[in-house]
């Protein structure tokens, strides 16, 4: 059986609410409710999300569209950025980069990428140890942490390179597939909308 880590489609915009807050946007919607119709997430059992509005509300979508429960979890929240709060996308970018770069230290006050990835590691690992493996399930969260996730889990190095952005769809809305029985990757980012209805290893 497979899960789908599935990062939020995009968000509205406000530098004055907290990151965190942010919902999605009309856009960011409509590719959600799409995607919940995908043959994938319809076979799906279980949803768990971070605990971050846009990411519940993509949970939300899935949940209600396939009749399935979800949960939210802060252990599967973005990487900690509150120290800098809204950055304007230009200089976000060289946070970013820097974040990547050198995981072991704390960039402007961010949570550094080896502790966020420990934290969804332990996350992802929770969550399937009380589920059970025969049934597919799904995540709904977010492209840092869904990005050191998919590095811890197939044996890469933090890298930019391996980001949603550098691989998938730049606004989000990106799959990852992985097998439940081994962890392995079986689908790199891809956008919601040209995920094959069939994955090969599964």
Known sequence: MYALYVTHPE?????????????????????ATAFARHPLVRGTRRVVASSEAKAVELAQIIGVSCCIPFTAEADFDEN??????YVPAERFEHLADAFF???????????????AQARIVGAF????????LAQPMLFAGHG????????????????????QRRIGYPGGGNVLVIRLADRALLADWTPMEALPETIAGL
């Open 80 to 85: 900690d950025r509150s120290a800098t709060g």
């Open 125 to 132: 690992e929770a969550a399937l140890a009380e589920h059970d």
């Open 144 to 163: 840092a942490v869904g990005t050191l996730l998919k590095c811890a889990l197939d044996g890469r190095p933090i890298a930019r390179s391996e980001d």
């Open 11 to 31: 968000v509205t915009i406000d530098p004055k609410v907290s990151v965190p807050r942010w919902g999605l946007s009309d856009t960011g919607r409509a590719r």
């Open 101 to 115: 770069a050198h995981p072991a230290e704390s960039i402007e006050g961010w949570e550094p990428a080896v502790s």
